[in-house]
């Protein structure tokens, strides 16, 4: 099967009827109506094979999560997610199928609209998400938003993700770290609530803890102050490896959403499933204490510095 | 030199001021907002090293034509193009720069913003870039809208930048037709001005003249009646190979655009530096003819079916 058909098959076959896509699949390009009053918000990221995540691992889910991965972007700005559109690389027809699906997987789960894509025999297996959202213009949560005073919240664990990676190379297959791993889910709906609540700064977590904190302070001209001890993630990996405070500040790819918010709105921050880890104030940089010391914060993954 | 600080010296300092852009490069997402009455036209590509270009060739130049190529959907549509986002796949420091200039350079040529970067390490060189332009709503130009009489235009060369790329695989650095490979300008004005005088059917020829109007056949349940006569590059390429009207009607990469028009707009089409070279029938298909004989169509360039 070529890979007009193998495409025609996975994608054309989606109806579209999000009330917005004039023209999706099939044609040189897709065609969209924005909803009256509304910005669009785009992000492209790519993930391979053996850089985001290990040869071996599931093609599918591995397709399913670059889209999520992408999503949280989408996410972190307090975005609708609309669309996406993929560009597979594949070293075969079962390889571009498996990750054709996984994304198909992972954008229904998100009501997400695949509205094109592309495909190309690689030697390397991998793809380029782009994703597409909307919100009322003017509103977008921005990293450079954060104000002294400010109280820094986290939703979601972080450091599980870069656990579950590790347990994958010592060959565990399964468990609760491998699938804060392999099923990552943007955290979209927080994103909206946290921008319909009115914050103004945020950033997803895929870098690390420390290292997008730290794009935060320097975006916004402050210093934030993290403390880890409300994170039960610290003491759950201490128990299997001494190095849990470096996986919990450093360890990427958990897709949690940071955001600085005004302290009055702590109260709907916590309902929403929010865990206050510190606080703005004037300076610059990040530093993180627990249980009192200070923490040294290592940096996150840069795949260029890391091994250029 | 990290990624990070790789990629904000490539696009951060980019200025943004084209009106419409509230958020770019150096966040979690680029954030813009439509002109007035206008829907939002998208399109992916990737394009790697020993795929889309021979390894060797200029990696400044072919980042720039990747852009060009996916830009030469959005003309396809008749769009205004007006942003893109690019992930950059890189086996190193130098390929990254080179790729990230090469786009730059492309998207000031073609007045479009990068309005975000994403790059990774990776075994190959390749890029996937996405492109999104604006028309008034409801006048995209499809691939299923011609209709039984109208005529069948092309608008530039086809054939010219697959004997390039031959010429290069037998040694050639330079020439007029190395150049039609190499120096790819998406047709966006004439794409904008087709749509502009009513043309509502047009494709971009990126797999080839057949295949591609073989895409305009089938999308508006007609037959394409072709005839190569007029066009020059048939005659000019019989000079070099035998097998010229194969790289005319099957040669990619040349990036033309052929519409189908009513028989009124003829004058107007003609002035904008389009030739005719058929007409629509009723049917299915393409037929193709040169002085007066069938010219058997070979498919187009089709990644996984050509080595699947």
Redesign the interface.
Known sequence: ????A?LARLFHSQGVDDGLT??AN?????????PAGE????????A?EE??WPRGFDLQQAADRALQAALS??A??G?VAR?C???L?AQ??EA?EAMGRGVLRGAARSGVVV??G???????N?L?V?V?GT?P??T?M???GAKVGDGVWLFGAVGLAAAGLRQWRQGERSGAWIDAFARVNARLAEGVALRAMGVRC???VSDGLVQDAGHLAE?GGVRLLLTLDALPQVAALSAAWDDALDLVISGGEDYALLCCAEPQLEGRLAGLGGVRIGAVAAGAGVEVRYRGRRVEAKRGF????A??
């Open positions: 099967m070529g890979e007009f193998l004039e023209v099939g044609d040189d390009a897709s065609v969209h109506t924005l910005s669009l918000v785009v992000s492209s990221d790519s391979l850089v985001h972007d989408l972190a700005m975005a669309w559109w993929v560009a690389m075969g027809a571009l509205a094109g592309d495909s190309v025999r690689a030697a390397t991998g380029t782009t597409a919100l213009s003017g977008a921005c990293r450079g945020c950033i997803d975006a840069d795949h260029f510095a091994r250029g």
